[in-house]
């Protein structure tokens, strides 16, 4: 049904534009300009509607009906794709470029993030700040060495770029 609708509309589409283009003008004559038309008003003589005019009137009535068809069609369709969808974190860093050959300086960072649970009891207190303050140190040691990979990276690029400035060639 979809198809059958595409290939109407396309037709549609062909028509109006055949029918627009074989029309004549109302100021295609060259008095029209200058005013010399056969009546007062604005737009000249309002005779009655040509046979072009209202075949193309027609058309275009079903250009449109078939765009909204369309749209309805598509709107209705279940598993559709929505821009605003959050993407999948790990495809994102797992499609991140890698620089100059060497391997991604992010997964094995976010794989070393400790995974703590804490005992739900009042009495763990003392154990459970002690978990907490290791906990700390390892994110902050994470931290760190994302921090420092970061900035290898930049470097990297930096030269990489002026390296591309001062030759014109880019290198892998």
């Given at each position: ?19 627009v283009l074989i029309q ?135 030269a990489a770029i002026s ?10």
């Amino acid at each position: 049904m979809y198809q059958v609708i595409i290939v109407i509309h396309v037709l549609l589409g062909l028509g109006v534009i055949g029918f627009v283009l074989i029309q004549q003008g109302k100021g295609a004559d060259a008095g029209a300009a200058f005013g010399s038309a056969s009546s007062g008003s604005v737009f000249g003589a309002q005779g009655a509607s040509s046979f072009l005019s209202r075949t193309t009137a027609i058309l275009a009535a079903l250009f449109f009906s078939t765009s909204l068809g369309l749209a309805v069609m598509i709107g209705n369709q279940e598993g559709n794709v929505d821009l605003m969808d959050e993407p999948e974190v790990e495809k994102a860093i797992a499609d991140v470029p890698l620089v100059n050959g060497s391997e991604s300086t992010l997964a094995p960072a976010l794989d070393s993030v400790p995974v703590i649970k804490l005992a739900t009891p009042a009495a763990n207190i003392e154990e459970d700040s002690t978990l907490v303050d290791t906990a700390e140190k390892e994110v902050q040691a994470v931290v760190k060495t994302i921090e420092t990979k970061a900035e290898v990276v930049i470097d990297d690029t930096k030269a990489a770029i002026s390296d591309v400035q001062e030759t014109g060639v880019v290198t892998e």
